[in-house]
């Protein structure tokens, strides 16, 4: 720990005190935690980039190794969603003074551009599968799964739901809050989560 209690000694604890703080939500703490446990595991020449000291993070073994081995056999977007994060912790390990020339900003990484053509949308169920699951569902669970296949909502923007956020009428839904894993009703995880949802 630093020189003041409140200072954060590790990435993760940073991000923890961002949370706690209001910067962003527990959606986002989780994601970054998650890709810093991908980039930990990382295989770099013959080791892991968790084993790699943070001086050793040179501009041309992130370009030449980080980046093909954590873009192989991902999806574009994950990648460089992980590889953002990866950015976040060398620019915090800057600030703390562990290194003093950040490799990704102060050199150019160029990331693989995504395919054209590509669907980000993927795969859909065919609407007779999904007749087919809500058919032989019990009729309780029958009309939440119908709910969720005819609405887009998530488990727990659909645990959220009030009365007050379903306009029958006007046949829409207002999703504003969501149910967190820790039991707790919040913020959903990103603000183009805060939406209007037609009813079929």
């Not at 993070?57 to 992130?62: A, F, M, P, Q, S």
């Not at 192989?72 to 912790?89: D, E, H, L, S």
């Not at 969720?148 to 739901?161: C, D, K, P, S, W």
């Not at 379903?166 to 009703?185: F, H, Y």
Request: charged share 25%; glycine share 8%.
């Amino acid at each position: 720990v630093g020189e003041h209690d409140d200072e954060p000694d590790s990435y993760k604890e940073y991000i923890k005190l961002c949370m706690e703080r209001g910067q962003f939500g527990e959606g986002e703490h989780g994601h970054k935690l998650n890709a810093c446990k991908k980039l930990c595991a990382l295989q770099i020449k013959g080791t892991t980039l968790g084993e790699i000291k943070l001086c050793d993070l040179r501009t041309g073994l992130i370009q030449l190794e980080l980046v093909p081995a954590l873009f192989a056999g991902r999806a574009n977007k994950t990648a460089r969603n992980i590889f953002t994060v990866f950015g976040q912790v060398i620019q915090y390990a800057q600030l703390r003074e562990y290194i003093a020339v950040n490799p990704v900003v102060d050199k150019q990484i160029t990331l693989p551009a995504a395919p054209i053509g590509v669907d980000n949308v993927g795969p859909r169920i065919a609407r007779d599968h999904i007749e087919a699951i809500i058919n032989a569902a019990n009729p309780y669970y029958a009309m939440r799964i119908k709910f969720a296949a005819y609405t887009g909502l998530r488990f727990g923007e659909q645990v959220a739901l009030t009365w007050d956020n379903v306009d029958l009428e006007r046949s829409v839904v207002k999703v504003r809050r969501a149910w967190k894993q820790c039991g707790t009703i919040g913020e959903p995880k990103t603000s183009a989560a805060i939406r209007n949802v037609n009813l079929g």
